[in-house]
């Protein structure tokens, strides 16, 4: 999909700590240094929630895998994939449905990644081949409408990165994972391989994801649910490696899930059995920052 005008957005916002800490009468102590790939990192995040694409612009999406027709929720034209496993989209003139800049009046072609225009400022694109197919629409204009201005984060904490290791998982697993829709549901989740990693002495066997090709997911909980973070917990995104890999355990880049983002579009996976932590995890994100409430 080209790139569509990015809205001016605000750098992300931290939870803001002095460079040192007073510590008795005249004496300073000095904040652990931020590492560059750090805040590199921070700077990505924000980009992927609030650039050009960004999740926090998502109003709809869908999986279609059938000839359908599929529709989705205030979004016009019908969704359909062919015998020869294309993707079409109909709709009417009226309907100001635009494929790579074309007005769609009748059927046309959707081929994979290019560009989809819908009436008030709603772009999209999808993705896929041979009959399966992702299709997301975004709101150039939701991230300014919701006040959404950043993220709020726990210090960098050095002493929370750990060196883990992928341990291989029975051949094709599935975990019962429930989901955030409504009424809850619950899915089967490719489950590759376990994350180990050993925490003050303890070592801990996590459950590693495989939502979408590609992609590693940690959902975890611990002790700061409830109170600091959030009740559903948060997530570690983690490299496409071999099982006996060894993997970097930054918990400064937990974050928090889509769901927040629209609890409508994102039903995201909760965290699989056995996935908690009996701890207090203060690193990574904590609440998305609006400016109407300062905190969600």
Same mark, same amino acid.
């Given at each position: 999909?080209?790139?569509?005008?990015?809205?001016?957005?605000?750098?992300?916002?931290?939870?803001?700590?002095?460079?040192?800490?007073?510590?008795?009468?005249?004496?300073?102590?000095?904040?652990?240094?931020?590492?560059?790939?750090?805040?590199?990192?921070?700077?990505?995040?924000?980009?992927?929630?609030?650039?050009?694409?960004?999740?926090?612009?998502?109003?709809?999406?869908?999986?279609?895998?059938?000839?359908?027709?599929?529709?989705?929720?205030?979004?016009?034209?019908?969704?359909?994939?062919?015998?020869?496993?294309?993707?079409?989209?109909?709709?009417?003139?009226?309907?100001?449905?635009?494929?790579?800049?074309?007005?769609?009046?009748?059927?046309?072609?959707?081929?994979?990644?290019?560009?989809?225009?819908?009436?008030?400022?709603?772009?999209?694109?999808?993705?896929?081949?041979?009959?399966?197919?992702?299709?997301?629409?975004?709101?150039?204009?939701?991230?300014?409408?919701?006040?959404?201005?950043?993220?709020?984060?726990?210090?960098?904490?050095?002493?929370?990165?750990?060196?883990?290791?992928?341990?291989?998982?029975? /051949?094709?697993?599935?975990?019962?994972?429930?989901?955030?829709?409504?009424?809850?549901?619950?899915?089967?989740?490719?489950?590759?391989?376990?994350?180990?990693?050993?925490?003050?002495?303890? /070592?801990?066997?996590?459950?590693?994801?495989?939502?979408?090709?590609?992609?590693?997911?940690?959902?975890?909980?611990?002790?700061?649910?409830?109170?600091?973070?959030?009740?559903?917990?948060?997530?570690?995104?983690?490299?496409?490696?071999?099982?006996?890999?060894?993997?970097?355990?930054?918990?400064?880049?937990?974050?928090?899930?889509?769901?927040?983002?629209?609890?409508?579009?994102?039903?995201?996976?909760?965290?699989?059995?056995?996935?908690?932590?009996?701890?207090?995890?203060?690193?990574?994100?904590?609440?998305?920052?609006?400016?109407?409430?300062?905190?969600?």
């Amino acid at each position: 999909m080209a790139e569509q005008p990015c809205p001016r957005t605000p750098s992300p916002r931290h939870r803001r700590d002095p460079t040192a800490r007073r510590r008795g009468k005249g004496a300073f102590t000095t904040a652990p240094q931020i590492p560059a790939d750090y805040e590199a990192w921070r700077q990505g995040r924000w980009e992927e929630i609030a650039g050009a694409n960004g999740k926090a612009k998502v109003v709809a999406n869908a999986k279609i895998t059938d000839p359908g027709p599929h529709t989705l929720p205030d979004i016009p034209g019908e969704w359909r994939t062919t015998e020869a496993g294309d993707l079409t989209v109909t709709a009417k003139a009226v309907d100001g449905v635009q494929v790579a800049g074309s007005l769609v009046d009748g059927t046309s072609t959707v081929p994979s990644g290019v560009s989809l225009e819908f009436p008030d400022n709603r772009v999209g694109f999808a993705g896929g081949t041979d009959g399966s197919y992702g299709l997301v629409v975004m709101d150039q204009d939701r991230v300014e409408r919701t006040g959404l201005t950043g993220i709020d984060t726990f210090p960098y904490n050095p002493a929370l990165v750990f060196e883990g290791q992928y341990r291989a998982a029975p /051949e094709e697993r599935r975990i019962e994972v429930p989901r955030l829709t409504s009424p809850r549901s619950t899915e089967a989740i490719l489950a590759p391989v376990d994350l180990a990693v050993t925490i003050d002495g303890a /070592e801990y066997v996590l459950a590693v994801l495989q939502d979408f090709p590609g992609q590693r997911l940690v959902i975890f909980t611990d002790e700061t649910n409830g109170d600091s973070t959030p009740t559903i917990g948060r997530w570690l995104v983690l490299p496409l490696l071999e099982s006996g890999s060894t993997v970097t355990v930054d918990f400064n880049k937990a974050t928090l899930s889509h769901h927040h983002l629209n609890p409508d579009v994102f039903v995201c996976p909760l965290s699989p059995p056995g996935n908690h932590l009996p701890m207090r995890i203060e690193a990574g994100e904590r609440a998305l920052i609006h400016a109407a409430t300062g905190q969600s």
